[in-house]
């Protein structure tokens, strides 16, 4: 029942709007010494974001918080920018939303993303959206952005199937995204994109359900244009091996 009416409420509702959700964030960027300050973005959620590639390695340089704040920071040379990740491997958002507050909230962030639904599986679609959406309402209440990342890949899944837990799991973040107004990054639907095109799935992973660079490379290009940077990102050659 509770599904039902949230999926009823949905109807002709909408993510925020890419052009100017976080306009005046950008209006940051724009400011020179003396007049800027530091945008605090911060990136929470699960092993993903914390930069774990083939287990136990962890490669921050090359995932996708790292990835996007060297794009942001190319684009506007004269801003101060800090990404800073809240992420922790293994995590759901059961255990996230439990320490939002004093590790993410208590940083006093510009702009939230959240990703947690690869992990979410484990606890369901109704424990996931309680979780979700009390972090959702604890950074409306004090003004700050919320980008929603759905997930990344799970080589296990059925990558085509839309009944497949993972796919429900994106979908119902799309409809979060939709029924509070703010941001969505779709990662699931770019990496479906990118195998469509005729890049095999293991070519943008390291791990059975960790990506590789050009994996986060694919995440990173769905947030940046919150943020009026498009894709495709420029960065410096680096390792793009599993």
């Known amino acids: 029942m509770a599904l039902s009416f949230a999926i009823a409420a949905t109807v002709g509702a909408e993510p925020a709007e890419v052009s100017s959700y976080l306009a005046d964030v950008r209006g940051e960027f724009v400011k020179k010494w003396p007049e800027n300050r530091t945008v605090y973005l911060v990136c929470h959620g699960h092993s993903v974001p914390a930069g774990y590639f083939e287990t136990p390695e962890v490669r921050p340089f090359d995932s996708y918080p790292h990835l996007l704040n060297v794009a942001l920071q190319e684009r506007h040379p004269t801003a101060m920018i800090e990404v800073v990740r809240t992420a922790i491997g293994g995590e759901n958002s059961e255990q996230g939303v439990k320490r939002f507050a004093a590790d993410v909230l208590a940083k006093k962030p510009d702009v939230i993303t ?58 119902q973040v799309r409809e979060l995204a939709a029924i509070h107004e703010v941001g969505l990054a779709d990662s699931f639907a770019a990496f479906q994109q990118a195998v469509a095109a005729g890049t095999p799935l293991a070519d943008l992973m390291s791990h059975v359900n960790h990506p590789n660079r050009k994996g986060h490379e694919l995440i990173a290009g769905e947030i940046a244009p919150w943020f009026g940077v498009e894709p495709p990102l420029e960065f410096e050659a680096g390792t793009n091996s599993p």
Do not use: C
Request: proline letters at 7%; zero cysteines; aromatic letters at 6%.
């Open 114 to 171: 959240i990703d947690y639904a690869l992990n979410d599986r484990r606890i369901g679609l109704q424990r996931a959206r309680v979780a979700w959406e009390s972090m959702i309402r604890q950074a409306k209440e004090q003004g700050v952005k919320v980008i929603l990342v759905t997930p990344s890949p799970d080589q296990r899944s059925d990558f085509n199937d839309p009944k497949d837990p993972l796919a429900l799991h994106a979908a």
